[in-house]
């Protein structure tokens, strides 16, 4: 009978231990990153170019951060560091909001990361790290959602879609200069998922936009010499 009657204590405080456990687990609050794409190293990676904004002095780069538990129907500040090891941008070159904040009432909010262009974009890119760490609101997420890499500059690279088709019948040679040009000129940075008809219609507008710059006295030359479309566009 005594056997049996520890057994029964025994059990039940298993129990009590094991209810405490996931009562703990149950009121704590996670909180991770949660832009989508990761590099090799595990670190996911946001990619950042004023080239695309032309005029753009600054600019957001929102930043995800998500929830994992209860909702509040209080802000909470989330405690979001810069890992100034592994930063090589200076602090001039952006703006971490302060605090950081999960509204209320919130699963996924986002961190509004100020960039700022200089000349030095022109010719190298930057990196900011972000780091989540714990505080009395929260515990970081997976290992893997606990920090981000925000990479920005100023500069451009040949993109895939404008390949031979591009240049032979709509836009011609390619170069750095013609690309902002472009990109001034329609608007738009990405013909990826665009119609041999509509890659048309943007190189005439680019076309047109060239021609009334030079009616205004402006001269428009890159690399290959005076920028032109391609002579087959029609």
């Keep these: 009978m005594k056997r049996l009657s520890a057994i029964i204590i025994l059990c039940c405080l298993l129990w009590s231990c094991s209810k405490d456990a996931v009562d703990e687990f149950a009121d704590a609050s996670f909180i991770l990153l949660a832009n989508s794409g990761t590099d090799t190293s595990g670190i996911k990676p946001v990619e950042y170019s004023f080239a695309f904004h032309p005029g753009v002095d600054k600019d957001t780069v929102p930043v995800l951060v998500k929830l994992i538990g209860r909702l509040s129907d209080q802000d909470r500040e989330v405690a979001v560091t810069v890992d100034e090891a592994a930063t090589t941008a200076l602090p001039t070159d952006f703006e971490l909001p302060s605090p950081v904040l999960l509204r209320a009432g919130r699963h996924v909010d986002t ?31 997976p290992v893997g959602n606990r920090q981000i890499d925000i990479t920005f500059s100023d500069m451009l690279a040949k993109p895939a879609w ?73």
């Design 111 to 141: 961190i509004a990361l100020v960039l700022y262009k200089s000349d030095r974009l022109l010719t190298e890119k930057f990196k900011i790290r972000l780091v989540i760490n714990a505080n009395e609101h929260f515990q970081p997420g």
């Design 162 to 234: 404008w390949n031979s088709v591009v240049e032979t019948n709509f836009l011609g040679p390619y170069s750095d200069t013609k690309y902002r040009l472009f990109i001034e000129a329609t608007g738009i940075a990405d013909m990826t998922d665009l119609s041999e008809t509509e890659q048309r219609a943007y190189a005439i507008i680019f076309r047109d936009f060239l021609a009334r710059g030079r009616e205004n006295g402006k001269v428009y030359e890159d690399e290959n010499g005076q920028i032109n479309v391609s002579p087959n566009l029609f």
